[in-house]
T-cell receptor
Framework: GESVGLHLPTLSVQEGDNSIINCAYS??????FIWYKQESGKGPQFIID?????DKRQGQRVTVLLNKTVKHLSLQIAATQPGDSAVYFC???????????FGGGTRVLVKP | GAGVSQSPSNKVTEKGKDVELRCDPI?????LYWYRQSLGQGLEFLIY????????KSGLPSDRFSAERTGGSVSTLTIQRTQQEDSAVYLC??????????????FGSGTRLTVV
């Protein structure tokens, strides 16, 4: 979904379940992608990155999938925990570009 | 320092007044970025510094906004004659070099600006 004004798309997930957050990126020339996590009152924090020569990358409890054909990025969080409650942003960088362009964000709420 | 430091953390100002926001990047980081985040929105790029020069200031919304960086370190973002639509969280980030390398940027906690 797209964020509209104050209404970020929200994903409610039961503690222990897996979460999938989706992002459509805009530029087919982008070659580097990052997922950030932003907790209330803090700046965005790096979670995981992926380059365009890969379609999957795994970290600790997180996996990023990249589908360049449809310009789609997803973040999977395994066994979601209360501490995962935050807003998640994808960001893209165009090859040889100087700045990251951010998506609108998805709020994840973990229910106990 | 150990992280990106921004000050003040909160600023309330009257419409029409000027404000200065400060960013102290990680020591040794040559690139510095300013983004703006309105309530419930994503991050909007404002300006980027490589050293003391600003090769890309394409995101500054109007000529009321300006930024400078001195000594390749501290940066200030100045908003003149503030308007209510300037209310947002202003985020600063730094990276070790220009361009986007592994791990992207390190962000500060931001300055929440409220124009009343």
């Amino acid at each position: 979904g797209e964020s509209v004004g104050l209404h970020l798309p929200t994903l409610s997930v039961q503690e222990g379940d897996n979460s999938i957050i989706n992002c459509a990126y805009s530029n087919s020339a982008s070659d580097y992608f990052i997922w950030y996590k932003q907790e209330s009152g803090k700046g965005p924090q790096f979670i995981i990155d992926i380059r365009s020569n890969m379609d999957k990358r795994q970290g600790q409890r997180v996996t990023v999938l990249l589908n360049k054909t449809v310009k789609h990025l997803s973040l999977q969080i395994a066994a979601t925990q209360p501490g995962d409650s935050a807003v998640y942003f994808c960001a893209e960088n165009m090859a040889a570009g100087n700045k990251l362009t951010f998506g609108g964000g998805t709020r994840v709420l973990v229910k106990p | 320092g150990a992280g990106v430091s921004q000050s003040p953390s909160n600023k309330v100002t009257e419409k029409g007044k000027d404000v200065e926001l400060r960013c102290d990047p990680i020591s040794g980081h040559t690139a510095l970025y300013w983004y703006r985040q309105s309530l419930g929105q994503g991050l909007e790029f404002l300006i980027y510094f490589q050293g003391n020069s600003a090769p890309d200031k394409s995101g500054l919304p109007s000529d009321r906004f300006s930024a400078e960086r001195t000594g390749g370190s501290v940066s200030t973002l100045t908003i003149q004659r503030t308007q209510q639509e300037d209310s947002a969280v202003y985020l600063c980030a730094s990276s070790i070099t220009w361009g986007v390398t592994n791990y992207g940027y390190t962000f500060g906690s931001g300055t929440r600006l409220t124009v009343v």
